[in-house]
Nanobody, 123 residues
Framework: VQLQASGGGLVQAGGSLKLSCSVS????????MGWFRQPPGKEREFVAA????????YYLDSVKGRFDISRDNAKNTGYLQLSSLKPEDTALYYC?????????????????WGQGTQVTVSS
């Protein structure tokens, strides 16, 4: 299974970006998807997660109301819309999937990871 994250870039504070995560390879059934990020010099942290059906979504408190996670199962692609960006959102953003329909905030519960896409927010 391969995950390809894209859509990162350099943006000014208050701006927006839309990250995409394309899933390909062996079909293993339905899966939940999560997004995590690793700021410079810090540990990786949970950002958002969505279950298989899209009805359950979870967010890091500091991004609630600014970020929106979604997915298109027909396209095997997930998305993370980033709005009202702040310099503290600067990080390498990773997408991940787990072999379960239930979303999780725990990184160790994810089975496959993408390579990351860099988001840099200037002040």
């Amino acid at each position: 299974v391969q995950l390809q994250a894209s859509g990162g870039g350099l943006v000014q504070a208050g701006g927006s970006l839309k990250l995409s995560c394309s899933v390909s390879g062996r079909t293993f059934g339905n899966y939940a998807m999560g997004w995590f990020r690793q700021p410079p010099g810090k540990e990786r942290e949970f950002v958002a997660a969505i279950n298989w059906g899209g009805g359950s979504r979870y967010y890091l408190d500091s991004v609630k109301g600014r970020f929106d996670i979604s997915r298109d199962n027909a396209k095997n692609t997930g998305y993370l819309q980033l709005s009202s960006l702040k310099p503290e959102d600067t990080a390498l953003y990773y997408c991940a999937v787990r072999e379960s329909i239930v979303a999780s905030r725990r990184s160790h519960e994810y089975d496959y990871w993408g390579q990351g896409t860099q988001v840099t927010v200037s002040s």
